[in-house]
């Protein structure tokens, strides 16, 4: 008897060039790709073995019936292997079980193999016994029947599986895997109708095409640690809820200081908690809409929601973070900036709307509160800070950036004797830029480092240029948090003060607490290196971070600037203010009052013997030709009478 094997054939075809994707890139696949590949090479294997089989068949006599007997027995027994490994293989996916397979689940996996098996056996040694082995056939008789069997039975099981997965499954990929019983009972069908065309390889090679295309969507599309949706397949969304003109919102979510997180319990630990993060968010909301678009930034996308749904879903995952997070035995509160934006946006891509993601994070982050957004205003936003980081960008090619000094009045010698320079961005496209709106951008795009070394020497060209009396001490410059965390910072400063020959001690550079808080040993050695070679340090904003004297104490800070705040309060209470200015005096330094506006604070500051006043009841910032006038005439401040 012989059989047609085109579809054997084919079948092996069109799994070569999986099997050789497989095998190039093995050196580096994940343990799903691994136990894939596994599944895949056994499919292939009894794809071959299946047309060797019948190879054989042809040319063994049917004088021969025990010979012929044991392989259609060695090929049903392989056969029915191929269930229960496609099923342990689903059953390791994440939207099944958290763990492999194991124990109880493995016996109840095999159990129907092994009857199957058994029966196998029963019937082959029947036959030898009974003397009656006239030949098995492949599309009916006994052993035919006991496959359907077990194929039944393992369809059974996947299908008690598959109505028993949690409510945030994905159900895109469960009903992908619905696919493998489909194409079970399809070709078991058509083998039963064609006995003389073997069907078995056909479908053992869709099994693996479904797997392979199964596991490519999701190595591109999800996120292999928490199994949720990645950045590409929220794009992907969002592009068709675009096209659409479908209307929605997306919560989003980056985690605060987790990178101190994964240095403190450890990057597995790290790992847990992103998993704890997404199996929450998974609760709480659709799984398919909930995506892992960055290493700590997450997303759920709320198609045709209302305002109140997203508001209480907002509340509740705000809520969350307020609370402890258990891992690996250890309680841990992990923070969070949670944020809202609505969609579409006014002449919006996808891109548009994840600027305004990360804007609105950034400014969540910013006012430590959660925010629903409008959606105009915020794309407005969004598109203000680029054309800001434009104008940055066409001031630091033409160094067109502006420098303006506001007088430092000294209390003891009646006269300005220092003062504060101030970076000033005038735009030919923008115009006029605030300082508290494109330093923060600056900041985050890493411009301010260039930008500070710009600045100071543009000042020490000014101050070469210009003739300054003795007593002029010289002129504070802010240092960002992004220039002090860099390593080469002294080296950079001190290279221009040389370029310039500029002396040392004209400059005085103006640190703020919060600075110091993020990054106190990195600038320590910087700081003490550029001290010694003459430069001055002022501690700025005492008041407003956290008051550390460790500070003070440690670092070669000569002056200390108290913060408007407290300085505005010794109207009336002036206990504050003379309790930090005697502390000062005490640690050997000077103290300079910010935003003085009044000559009642004036008053009050000068009986407390504060050494120096900064504010616009004494000048406001001037520009360069101002404050020369100003250093070249009397310099002093006459009180209105």
């Not at 069109?14 to 799903?32: E, F, G, N, Q, Y």
């Not at 056994?42 to 071959?48: H, N, Y």
């Not at 605060?256 to 240095?263: D, E, M, R």
């Not at 910072?489 to 103006?510: V, W, Y």
């Given at each position: 008897?012989?059989?047609?094997?085109?579809?054997?054939?084919?079948?092996?075809?069109?799994?070569?060039?999986?099997?050789?994707?497989?095998?190039?890139?093995?050196?580096?696949?994940?343990?799903k790709e691994?136990?894939f590949?596994r599944?895949?090479?056994?499919?292939?294997?009894?794809?071959?073995?299946?047309?060797?089989?019948?190879?054989?068949?042809?040319?063994?006599?049917?004088?021969?019936?025990l010979?012929?007997?044991?392989?259609?027995?060695?090929?049903?027994?392989?056969?029915?292997?191929?269930?229960?490994?496609?099923?342990?293989?689903?059953?390791?996916?994440?939207?099944?079980?958290?763990?492999?397979?194991?124990?109880?689940?493995?016996?109840?996996?095999y159990?129907?193999?092994?009857?199957?098996?058994?029966?196998?056996?029963?019937?082959?040694?029947?036959?030898?016994?009974?003397?009656?082995m006239?030949?098995?056939?492949?599309?009916?008789?006994?052993?035919?029947?006991?496959?359907?069997?077990?194929?039944?039975?393992?369809?059974?099981?996947?299908?008690?599986?598959?109505?028993?997965?949690?409510?945030?499954a994905?159900?895109?990929?469960?009903?992908?895997?619905l696919?493998?019983?489909?194409?079970?009972?399809?070709?078991?069908?058509?083998?039963?109708v064609?006995?003389?065309?073997?069907?078995?390889?056909?479908?053992?090679?869709l099994?693996?095409?479904?797997?392979?295309?199964?596991?490519?969507?999701r190595?591109?599309?999800?996120?292999?640690?928490?199994?949720?949706?990645?950045?590409?397949?929220?794009?992907?969304?969002?592009?068709?809820h675009?096209?659409?003109?479908r209307?929605?919102h997306?919560?989003?979510?980056?985690?605060?200081?987790?990178?101190?997180?994964?240095?403190?319990?450890?990057?597995?630990?790290?790992?847990?908690?992103?998993?704890?993060?997404?199996?929450?968010?998974?609760?709480?909301?659709?799984?398919?809409?909930?995506?892992?678009?960055?290493?700590?930034?997450?997303?759920?996308?709320?198609?045709?929601?209302t305002?109140?749904?997203?508001?209480?879903?907002?509340?509740c995952?705000?809520?969350?973070?307020?609370?402890?997070?258990?891992?690996?035995?250890?309680s841990?509160?992990?923070?969070?900036?949670?944020?809202?934006?609505?969609?579409?946006?006014?002449?919006?891509?996808?891109?548009?709307?994840?600027?305004?993601?990360?804007?609105?994070?950034?400014?969540?982050?910013?006012?430590?509160?959660?925010?629903?957004?409008?959606?105009?205003?915020?794309?407005?936003?969004?598109?203000?800070?680029?054309?800001?980081?434009q104008?940055?960008?066409?001031?630091?090619?033409?160094?067109?950036?502006?420098?303006?000094?506001?007088?430092?009045?000294?209390?003891?010698?009646?006269?300005?004797?220092?003062?504060?320079?101030l970076?000033?961005?005038?735009?030919?496209?923008?115009?006029p830029?605030?300082p508290?709106?494109?330093?923060?951008?600056?900041?985050?795009?890493?411009?301010?480092?260039?930008?500070?070394?710009?600045?100071?020497?543009?000042?020490?060209?000014?101050?070469?240029?210009?003739?300054?009396?003795?007593?002029?001490?010289?002129?504070?410059?802010?240092?960002?948090?992004?220039?002090?965390?860099q390593?080469?910072?002294?080296?950079?400063?001190?290279?221009?003060?040389?370029?310039?020959?500029?002396?040392?001690?004209?400059l005085?550079?103006?640190?703020?607490?919060?600075?110091?808080?993020?990054?106190?040993?990195?600038?320590?050695a910087?700081?003490y290196?550029?001290?010694?070679?003459?430069?001055?340090?002022?501690?700025?904003?005492?008041?407003?971070?956290?008051?550390?004297?460790a500070?003070?104490?440690?670092?070669?800070?000569?002056?200390?600037?108290?913060?408007?705040?407290?300085?505005?309060?010794?109207?009336?209470?002036?206990?504050?203010?003379?309790c930090?200015?005697?502390?000062?005096?005490?640690?050997?330094?000077?103290?300079?009052?910010e935003?003085?506006?009044?000559?009642?604070?004036?008053?009050?500051?000068?009986?407390?013997?504060?050494?120096?006043?900064?504010?616009?009841?004494?000048?406001?910032?001037?520009?360069q030709?101002?404050?020369?006038?100003?250093?070249?005439?009397?310099?002093?401040?006459l009180?209105?009478?």
């Amino acid at each position: 008897m012989f059989w047609n094997l085109d579809i054997t054939i084919f079948a092996f075809l069109l799994l070569t060039p999986i099997l050789l994707d497989i095998r190039t890139h093995s050196s580096h696949a994940s343990v799903k790709e691994v136990l894939f590949s596994r599944v895949a090479f056994f499919s292939a294997f009894l794809i071959v073995f299946c047309a060797a089989t019948y190879i054989a068949l042809a040319f063994i006599p049917a004088q021969l019936p025990l010979a012929r007997n044991l392989l259609f027995l060695i090929h049903y027994l392989l056969w029915g292997l191929l269930p229960p490994i496609w099923l342990r293989y689903m059953l390791s996916s994440p939207t099944f079980r958290r763990r492999p397979p194991r124990g109880k689940t493995l016996i109840l996996l095999y159990a129907p193999y092994v009857i199957y098996a058994l029966v196998l056996g029963g019937l082959f040694v029947r036959e030898w016994l009974l003397g009656a082995m006239s030949g098995l056939s492949f599309g009916d008789g006994a052993m035919f029947w006991a496959m359907v069997g077990l194929f039944a039975a393992q369809i059974a099981m996947f299908f008690a599986l598959f109505v028993r997965l949690p409510r945030q499954a994905d159900r895109n990929y469960v009903l992908t895997l619905l696919c493998f019983p489909a194409i079970s009972l399809v070709f078991l069908t058509l083998q039963r109708v064609q006995p003389r065309h073997p069907m078995l390889g056909g479908m053992a090679a869709l099994f693996v095409i479904v797997g392979y295309l199964l596991l490519q969507h999701r190595k591109i599309f999800v996120d292999p640690l928490t199994a949720l949706a990645n950045r590409q397949a929220l794009r992907q969304t969002l592009e068709k809820h675009i096209a659409s003109n479908r209307r929605g919102h997306i919560i989003v979510l980056s985690l605060s200081g987790f990178k101190f997180f994964n240095q403190l319990f450890g990057q597995h630990n790290g790992d847990r908690m992103l998993k704890a993060i997404a199996l929450f968010l998974g609760e709480v909301a659709d799984k398919q809409h909930v995506y892992r678009y960055g290493d700590d930034k997450f997303a759920t996308v709320l198609p045709e929601s209302t305002g109140a749904q997203v508001r209480a879903l907002t509340e509740c995952i705000s809520a969350r973070f307020r609370t402890a997070w258990l891992v690996d035995g250890t309680s841990y509160i992990q923070s969070a900036c949670v944020a809202t934006v609505g969609y579409p946006l006014r002449e919006n891509t996808d891109m548009d709307i994840f600027s305004a993601m990360d804007f609105a994070l950034y400014d969540a982050k910013r006012r430590s509160i959660t925010q629903v957004y409008d959606d105009g205003s915020l794309l407005m936003s969004v598109r203000r800070r680029h054309e800001v980081f434009q104008a940055l960008k066409r001031a630091m090619a033409k160094n067109s950036f502006e420098v303006y000094y506001q007088p430092i009045y000294c209390l003891k010698h009646d006269r300005f004797e220092n003062a504060e320079a101030l970076l000033r961005l005038r735009d030919p496209i923008l115009g006029p830029v605030s300082p508290a709106e494109f330093i923060p951008i600056a900041e985050e795009n890493g411009l301010i480092v260039d930008m500070t070394l710009c600045f100071t020497r543009k000042i020490c060209d000014f101050l070469n240029s210009i003739h300054l009396p003795e007593y002029f001490e010289g002129i504070s410059i802010n240092l960002s948090a992004v220039q002090l965390m860099q390593e080469g910072m002294a080296d950079d400063i001190l290279s221009i003060i040389n370029d310039t020959n500029m002396p040392p001690g004209r400059l005085k550079f103006e640190v703020t607490e919060t600075v110091l808080a993020e990054s106190f040993e990195k600038m320590r050695a910087g700081m003490y290196r550029m001290a010694e070679s003459g430069i001055s340090f002022s501690l700025d904003d005492y008041g407003t971070g956290y008051s550390n004297l460790a500070y003070l104490l440690s670092l070669p800070f000569s002056i200390v600037k108290i913060d408007r705040s407290i300085v505005a309060s010794a109207v009336s209470d002036s206990t504050l203010v003379d309790c930090v200015i005697t502390m000062v005096h005490k640690l050997g330094k000077e103290a300079i009052a910010e935003g003085v506006e009044t000559r009642e604070v004036s008053d009050i500051l000068r009986n407390l013997s504060c050494d120096h006043i900064q504010g616009y009841y004494y000048s406001h910032p001037l520009s360069q030709e101002a404050f020369h006038a100003l250093i070249r005439g009397n310099n002093t401040f006459l009180l209105d009478s």
